[in-house]
């Protein structure tokens, strides 16, 4: 058995190219491009084989560059991405030569803060369920609604025991991961996410315990925020 990481990178980020900053994927936190943290992260687990990071084409040659600049290159090769996550997602699975019962592992490459022992987790879920995502339990009261012409009205109240917001790393077997995928491209369906997918395809999907710091860079604020967290994590490490 063996693992893979996908991280899709090719997004634009409009909440961000609204404010005028660049990428969010190369943005900076303490001085080290968002990327390159959350690459650092999964290089960090032995049982990683290889990354493949799916960009735009016109930031290929940028993305290697940095990849190069630092010494991250062994491991990680850079794909082409599509119009949106799902086909770089699958560009990015149909250049892997996989086996059937390997892993492949998708991260948004925006949540840079994600910890190895929480991958770890991911890919022992994996291995036992065959696919898993990374989840945190809601803490707030969540609400279904009805859209009307006058505004939200709510239609029932969904036990928050019974929800979890959906977090990256996503992941299963190659088999079941290929299978998805090609069904949804198959029948022109939009997933969410991973597991959107691997649901639609029949295959059951397991939930890891995520935490709040594996938040996703979306909007300015979440910068700051993001080096609030590795202060303190240092601050933590010295006692």
Do not use: W
């Not at 062994?74 to 086996?99: M, P, T």
């Amino acid at each position: 058995m063996r693992v893979f990481v996908i991280l899709p990178a090719a997004g634009i980020g409009t909440r961000m190219a609204a404010s005028g900053a660049a990428p969010k994927q190369f943005l900076s936190i303490d001085g080290v491009p968002v990327l390159i943290r959350s690459l650092r992260t999964f290089l960090a687990v032995p049982r990683v084989e290889a990354i493949l990071v799916a960009v735009r084409g016109a930031e290929r040659s940028r993305v290697e560059a940095q990849v190069a600049e630092y010494g991250l290159g062994a491991k990680v090769s850079v794909v082409e991405g599509g119009e949106d996550r799902q086909h770089s997602v699958g560009n990015a699975l149909a250049a892997l030569a996989c086996a059937d019962d390997d892993i492949v592992l998708v991260h948004d490459a925006v949540r840079p803060l994600i910890d190895v022992a929480t991958i770890d987790r991911t890919i022992d879920a994996i291995v036992k369920h065959g696919a898993a995502i990374v989840g945190l339990p809601a803490v707030d009261t969540i609400k279904q609604v009805e859209r009307t012409a006058d505004g939200a009205i709510i239609t029932s109240t969904i036990p928050r025991e019974r929800v979890v917001q959906a977090q990256t790393p996503q992941g299963a077997r190659f088999g079941f991961m290929q299978k998805a995928f090609a069904e949804a491209a198959a029948d022109e369906f939009p997933g969410t996410d991973e597991a959107s997918l691997l649901e639609r395809a029949g295959v059951q999907v397991a939930v890891v315990a995520g935490s709040a710091r594996n938040f996703k860079i979306t909007q300015p604020g979440d910068i700051e925020l993001a080096e609030f967290y590795l202060r303190k994590t240092t601050a933590d490490l010295r006692g």
